[in-house]
């Protein structure tokens, strides 16, 4: 019995190429998605630069492991030459800076998805979200939506406590902001695939809303998949030209997918959500059948948990290249988590959720999936001093 140390690379069919898709059809526009990874017939290996073996095992059948990912599996080699696993053990959570103090609610209005779109910019939730962020909307004396009763009069009585716009002290917009449409098929020189015009017209209308935000609140913007930026991560910031009327304002930051923010010294790490989305996918589906030796799941797990268990690998999106694109670093891995932070949120997921990652240490990070604004018309608030999170919707109806 011995450990060995290796990375995880995960052999499926049901996996995309890549190279494939770029030899078949010549070129690419936008990533291939496709269904779950792990469908029972992959063959799992832990690699290095020595060469590659085969692990087995109910351990491995059971586990969520995804390409990419560095681990260390404890068994014992097996008569035809494969490694028969009885326990996998991972980096664990990085160091983590001390959390300050915070006296007074400080929140931080968490949006992803607004998906705006050129038949309708900025639709009715999304002005009734705007005058939210602004303070404009009515009385907001209200704080946690699952308060009861009692703790809701208690706050009544309380004069001194300052509306919820008051409060937010950074909104961030994380992805799909905009919407918009494939452009039209045909050659380079021709005008109709060059014709943009409404593009531009559906950047200024929200360039327009995110302004009047930005002026009450600080706004960070982050690129999502379905924006007009990089295919391959890490996104780079959108270009600054493209929303003009915001940057006419101090508190906008145009920010990069991930991206690290620092919000009175509580450091919150942000996704658009692409990397959860493509590790979720090496999840086995609860219709596959499991081998009779490994553990029954008993659930599938929540985008939230997902995320919370990545920071135990120390690596948010471990599965790129191999089925997430991103940019061909050769020196470093921007992906690495040096330290922990003290949020992570991930955006445009299909609900709310939340989850907690411990360390050995002490450590221990609020994770938040943010649901997607045009699906569900909600948003998150994180609450900076007690790490309790809210979640606000706005019905028109």
Same mark, same amino acid.
């Given at each position: ?50 060469? %590659? ?35 996998? $053990? ?43 962020? $602004? ?60 014709? %943009? ?26 690129? &999502? ?19 003009? %009327? ?19 010294? $509580?450091?919150?790490? &942000? ?127």
């Amino acid at each position: 019995t011995a450990y060995i140390v290796g990375t995880v690379f995960i052999d499926s069919r049901a996996k995309p190429s890549t190279l494939d898709q770029v030899e078949r059809e010549h070129w690419i526009s936008d990533p291939a998605v496709g269904g779950a990874y792990r469908d029972g017939a992959e063959t799992v290996f832990l690699e290095d630069e020595s060469g %590659r073996i085969e692990l087995v095992g109910g351990v491995v059948d059971g586990a969520l492991l995804v390409s990419g990912l560095v681990a260390a599996v404890l068994g014992a080699e097996t008569p035809d030459g494969r490694f028969g696993v009885t326990d996998v $053990c991972f980096a664990g959570m990085a160091p983590q800076p001390a959390r300050p103090a915070v006296p007074e609610d400080r929140l931080v209005a968490l949006v992803s998805g607004l998906g705006a779109r050129a038949e309708c910019p900025v639709t009715l939730e999304m002005q009734l979200l705007a005058e939210f962020l $602004c303070g404009t909307l009515g009385s907001a004396n209200q704080n946690d939506q699952n308060q009861d009763q009692s703790d809701r009069d208690q706050n009544s009585q309380d004069q001194n406590l300052p509306p919820v716009a008051a409060r937010i002290v950074q909104v961030v917009v994380a992805g799909n902001t905009l919407s918009l449409a494939p452009p039209p098929l045909g050659h380079t020189e021709d005008a109709r695939a060059n014709d %943009r015009s409404g593009a531009a017209a559906l950047v200024a209308a929200v360039d327009g809303f995110l302004a009047d935000i930005a002026a009450a609140v600080p706004l960070a913007l982050m690129p &999502g998949a379905h924006d007009p930026a990089d295919a391959s991560l890490p996104q780079q910031p959108m270009h600054a030209g493209m929303f003009a %009327r915001c940057a006419q304002y101090s508190g906008f930051r145009s920010l990069s997918n991930p991206a690290l923010l620092d919000v009175g010294g $509580c450091v919150l790490l &942000g996704s658009s959500g692409q990397n959860v989305d493509d590790i979720a996918r090496y999840v086995r589906p609860p219709t596959t059948p499991a081998p009779t030796h490994a553990p029954t799941p008993t659930s599938t797990p929540s985008p939230a948990a997902l995320a919370a268990e990545s920071l135990q690998w120390r690596h948010i999106a471990p599965s790129a290249p191999d089925t997430l694109w991103c940019y061909p670093f050769s020196g470093r891995d921007p992906f690495i988590l040096p330290l922990a932070p003290h949020v992570y949120f991930v955006g445009n997921q299909e609900r709310p959720g939340e989850a907690a990652a411990r360390g050995a240490d002490g450590q221990h990070t609020t994770v938040v999936a943010v649901p997607s604004f045009a699906q569900t018309h909600s948003i998150v608030l994180l609450n900076l001093r007690s790490m309790q999170c809210t979640t606000v919707r706005f019905d028109a109806k």
